[in-house]
C-alpha cells in the first residue's frame, strides 16, 4: 500500500481500511488494518502494509538577525588636502552617526516548505529523505543628503556622509570636485575629500538571511499501549546558514551627477553548511474523537564548515579587492515538534504544529564592514545560541 502524506516529521498512519473492527477502535471513531500487530486507538498506532510515501508541508519560520552593532557612516567628511582647514586629516561637520547596521529593523518571519521521500516497512520503521528550504529575508538602512529635518550646520558639511575608508585604489577616488570647498576659486585644484566614501551622497546597507535543512534517517517503534506509542530517531542532517550583508556608497560632483566610476560596493558573505549525526526521540498520545498530539526532539553534533568572503568592487566593476577564509567548528544541535493531529476521514489527516530548531557555536558578523581596503579584515564573533522558530500546518492523503 502506498501511502501519501506532509511533513518531515509525518508519523505513519492506517489506509485502505476493511473488514470487522476492534471494540477498542469502535470507541475512538477509527478503523485498524486486519494486519495490524496491535490495535491501538490511534490512526498512528497501526504499522499497515510496506509502501513508498511523499510527504509536503508549509512552515513559517523566523530567528535573530545575527549582526552587530556597527556605525557604517557619519555626517560631514575630513578634509584630506589641508586646504580647508590647514591640516589634513581634520574632520570638516558634526560627524554624528548617520548609518548604523543596529537600524536594519525588526526580524521577520519566512516562509518555506518541506518535502519528504521515504520507504514505510510493515512493522513501522520508516526510512526518509527531507528538504526543508525557506524563502529569504532581507533587511535594510540606508542615508542621503537629505538630513532629518533638514537640519544641518550653516555650510551644509553635515549634509556630507563619510565612511572611514582607506588603503583603496586611485581609481576609488571619486568625483574632482564634490563640496562647495573644492575649486581654483577656493585655492585649490579639488579633491579635498578625496575618495567615495569621504563627503559621499547616499549609502545603502542590505542585510539577507537564508536557512536550509535536510535529513537522511530512519524512524523506528520502540513501544505501544493502548493509547500511545514512543519512537526513535536517528540518521545524518545537513542545515545551512547564509548570510549576506551589501553596502553601496555613491559620491556626486557638485552639479548632483555620479558616473558608475564614482559608485563603490561592498559585501560581506557568511555561509555556514554544517554536517552531522542526530538521535532523537518521539512520542504521540490519543486525544479523543480523531485527534492525536505528538512531540518530537532530537539531538546532533555537526560540523560547521564557515566559508567567510568579503570583497570591494568599484561600481562600473573595473577594479576589486577581495579575501576570504574558511573556519572549521562544532556546533551541537538541538531540535523539536509539537504538532496536534486531525484525522477527519479514512484517508485524510491534518496537522498543525509548533517547530523548533537551535544552534550552537555558529559564527555570525560582529562587526560586518572592514574598512582597510588594502587588508579587508571584518571583525566575526561567535554566537553562543542561534534558535529558529515558528509554525507549520499541512494536510495528507492515503492511497
Keep these: 500500500m502506498c501511502q501519501r502524506f506532509i511533513g518531515g516529521a509525518l508519523l505513519a498512519a492506517a489506509a485502505a481500511l476493511i473488514g470487522n473492527t476492534t471494540a477498542n477502535a469502535q470507541d475512538a471513531g477509527f478503523q485498524v488494518p486486519l494486519n495490524a500487530g496491535l490495535n491501538v486507538p490511534i490512526p498512528t498506532g497501526n504499522s499497515g502494509q510496506a509502501g513508498f510515501y511523499t510527504g509536503f508541508e508549509f512552515v513559517l519560520l523566523t530567528t535573530q538577525r545575527a549582526i552587530g552593532d556597527q556605525t557604517i557612516a557619519t555626517r560631514g567628511f575630513v578634509d584630506s588636502t589641508g586646504s580647508i582647514t590647514g591640516l589634513p586629516g581634520t574632520p570638516v561637520g558634526s560627524h554624528a552617526v548617520a548609518l548604523t547596521t543596529d537600524g536594519l529593523g525588526r526580524s521577520t518571519f519566512m516562509p518555506g516548505g518541506r518535502v519528504e521521500l521515504g520507504y514505510k516497512f510493515e512493522d513501522g520503521t520508516r526510512i526518509y529523505f527531507n528538504w526543508l528550504q525557506l524563502a529569504q529575508a532581507q533587511y535594510s538602512a540606508g542615508a542621503t543628503i537629505a538630513t532629518p529635518y533638514s537640519r544641518s550646520r550653516p555650510d551644509l558639511t553635515d549634509t556630507f556622509l563619510y565612511s572611514p575608508v582607506f588603503n583603496f585604489n586611485p581609481q576609488f577616488s571619486g568625483p574632482r570636485f564634490k563640496t562647495g570647498f573644492d575649486g581654483p576659486a577656493n585655492g585649490n585644484a579639488g579633491f579635498t575629500s578625496y575618495g567615495i566614501w569621504n563627503a559621499s551622497s547616499v549609502q545603502d546597507i542590505k542585510f539577507i538571511q537564508r536557512y536550509t535543512e535536510s535529513e537522511l534517517g530512519a524512524r523506528m517503534p520502540l513501544f505501544k499501549t493502548d493509547y500511545s506509542q514512543v519512537y526513535g530517531t536517528a540518521g545524518a542532517r545537513f542545515a545551512w546558514i547564509f548570510e549576506r550583508f551589501n553596502w553601496r556608497t555613491v559620491s556626486m560632483d557638485v552639479l548632483g551627477v555620479a558616473n558608475p566610476q564614482d559608485a563603490a560596493d561592498y559585501s560581506n558573505t557568511l555561509s555556514q553548511r554544517m554536517y552531522g549525526p ?30 567567510e568572503r568579503v570583497k570591494y568592487e568599484l561600481g562600473d566593476e573595473s577594479t576589486q579587492a577581495k579575501r576570504g577564509r574558511e573556519t572549521f567548528t562544532a556546533v551541537p544541535n538541538a531540535n523539536a515538534a509539537l504538532n496536534l493531529w486531525w484525522y477527519p476521514v479514512e484517508g485524510v489527516q491534518l496537522r498543525f504544529g509548533y517547530n523548533a530548531m537551535s544552534y550552537f557555536n555558529t559564527r555570525y558578523m560582529k562587526n560586518p564592514v572592514g574598512f582597510d581596503y588594502g587588508a579587508i579584515d571584518p571583525e566575526y564573533g561567535t554566537r553562543v545560541i542561534r534558535v529558529l522558530h515558528g509554525f507549520n500546518a499541512g494536510f495528507g492523503l492515503f492511497f
Design 278 to 307: 542526530f538521535v532523537g526521540a518521539g512520542h504521540e498520545v490519543f486525544l479523543a474523537n480523531q485527534f492525536s498530539l505528538s512531540l518530537d526532539v532530537s539531538a546532533g553534533l555537526l560540523i560547521n564548515v564557515a566559508k
